[in-house]
């Protein structure tokens, strides 16, 4: 058995199967170059490359992204078409997405769901200065910062009805946007099989017994922050990791972004903005009032999302079923995220 044939993730194979699939796609030989595999990311894998073929005798060279759930990957199983129809809906809308051209969700081609999108220009900032202070120089902060919040309401006034979009899940209301994502994390971590953590049973109850009703269902993002965009010259280039996109209360993307984690030391959520001036500009381009005890509510939540994802990598890591060493790292920081999820309940109690 060759090594290719061993990994089906490696890239030997991924490339093999990315010539095969693509040469169908092209109706010519595709040569696979550059193939990487980016280190980014905990839940999809995800490869760059660029497809050479010929089209009427003249050569052809575009850089392209796959992406790939694998099977035993923390959110396992997967489905590409939820990223796919987010990314296709918006594009060319004032959300700047990469272009996607390819997907399915069946395992016939690499054991697993994937797509394929264009590969954008850029770097994905971090917040996490060397030296604990800021990561951007004040002009290039409230350059990106006026697109962040640019995109973000053009996401959350985007008219997703009429759309693939509309049926990615169980119909969401304004009155039970809040509860549904509390039934999803909390069977997340159901799933993860390790041991209950009383501070857990504590947060759940608190989130069941303040669920809010949102002031629209939106599109929500999810993942929403530094980190997940791309950046080139002072612009935004694209937003990236649509993988927890679904119908919501927009204050859950405004939420995730005032979580700690995001921004570090700085007074700025992810190292961008004010927490006012944020308010301020979203509901100037939204129409949508802010309600500060929502958002502190999904702050909430969002917490309990991350120990959500936290243990979901842990208990993929203990199971044997991913063998990623950033899993069990993960593991390591469910005291840290229970004990900011305590002083967040009792907060706002």
């Known amino acids: 058995m060759s090594v290719a044939e061993q990994d089906p993730f490696g890239e030997e194979s991924v490339r093999r199967r990315l010539a095969a699939f693509l040469s169908a796609r092209h109706g010519s030989d595709t040569r696979i170059e550059k193939l990487k595999r980016f280190t980014v990311g905990f839940s999809w894998l995800t490869y760059g490359f660029e497809a050479c073929w010929s089209e009427r005798g003249v050569e052809q060279r575009r850089g392209l992204i796959l992406r790939i759930g694998p099977p035993n990957g923390i959110f396992a199983p997967y489905k590409a078409s939820l990223q796919f129809h987010a990314q296709q809906v918006l594009h060319g809308s004032g959300v700047p997405v ?12 690499f054991d697993a769901p994937f ?74 971590t159901s799933r993860s099989r390790l041991r209950p953590f009383p501070a857990v049973a504590w947060a759940l109850a608190w989130l069941r017994a303040n669920c809010p009703a949102a002031p629209r269902v939106s599109i929500v993002h999810g993942d929403y922050r ?10 935004i280039t694209a937003i990236l990791d649509w ?25 700025y959520l992810c190292q961008l903005i004010r927490r006012e001036d944020l308010y301020a500009r979203y509901e100037a381009l939204t129409g949508i009032k802010v309600d500060p005890d929502i958002v502190r509510f999904y702050e909430v939540l969002n917490n309990f999302k ?34 900011q999820l305590e002083r967040m309940i009792e907060g706002v109690a």
Do not use: K
């Open 98 to 109: 990469p272009r996607v051209y390819w997907h399915s969700d069946a395992s016939d081609l």
């Open 226 to 235: 530094i980190g997940n965009f791309l950046e080139q010259d002072g612009r």
């Open 115 to 188: 797509f394929i999108c264009e590969r954008v220009a850029g770097e994905a900032p971090i917040p996490w200065a060397p030296d604990g202070g800021e990561v951007f120089d004040d002009a290039t902060r409230e350059q990106l910062a006026e697109q962040f919040v640019g995109a973000l309401a053009a996401l959350h006034t985007f008219e997703w009805r009429g759309t693939p979009l509309e049926d990615i899940e169980r119909p969401v209301t304004a009155h039970n946007a809040a509860l549904s994502q509390i039934e999803f994390w909390e069977e997340v």
């Open 306 to 339: 991350l120990f959500a994802i936290h243990t979901a990598a842990a208990g993929c890591f203990e199971a044997g079923r991913f063998n990623d060493l950033r899993m069990p790292a993960m593991g390591a920081q469910i005291p840290r995220i229970l004990l």
């Open 243 to 267: 993988e927890l996109t679904h119908l919501g209360d927009p204050h859950e993307d405004i939420g995730f972004i005032g979580l700690r984690a995001w921004s570090g030391r700085s007074p």
